[in-house]
């Protein structure tokens, strides 16, 4: 069985940080894509990044709203964990937060394709 445990989400004022993170527990990732996805309340989830656990490499979502440049993903392959640094944080940044896998080791931005979810980590940015 696997299992997601996303934590580090919380109240932050616009222009501050918060570090999420996915522990991954169950079975091997070792060729698997781990990926952070968001979802505001009234909207589809969307996609924010994505690792690969091996041959590094990561996706940022090109959104109108993009995170490229403020969000970074990382990944501790001994600790089974993903990170997402979210920097210059914003009030349209704020979601329920979800992390995400999948089996197949190419990187892909459809919700449909992760077969693995998390419970989510809320992050609320004020203004």
């Known amino acids: 069985q696997v299992q997601l445990v996303e934590s580090g989400g919380g109240l932050v004022q616009a222009g501050g940080s918060l570090r999420l993170s996915c522990v991954s527990s169950?079975?091997?990732?070792?060729?698997?894509?781990m990926g952070w996805f968001r979802q505001a309340p009234g909207k589809e989830r969307e996609f924010v990044a994505a690792?690969?656990?091996?041959?590094?490499?990561?996706?940022?979502?090109n959104s109108a709203d993009s995170v490229k440049g403020r969000f970074t993903i990382s990944r501790d392959n001994a600790k089974r964990t993903v990170f997402l640094q979210m920097n210059s944080l914003k009030p349209e940044d704020t979601a329920l937060y979800y992390c995400?896998?999948?089996?197949?080791?190419?990187?892909?931005?459809?919700?449909?394709?992760?077969?693995?979810w998390g419970q989510g980590t809320q992050v609320t940015v004020s203004s």
């Open positions: 169950g079975r091997t990732f070792s060729s698997s894509v």
């Open positions: 690792a690969r656990w091996i041959r590094t490499s990561t996706y940022y979502a």
């Open positions: 995400a896998a999948k089996d197949l080791n190419v990187i892909t931005t459809q919700p449909s394709d992760y077969a693995y």
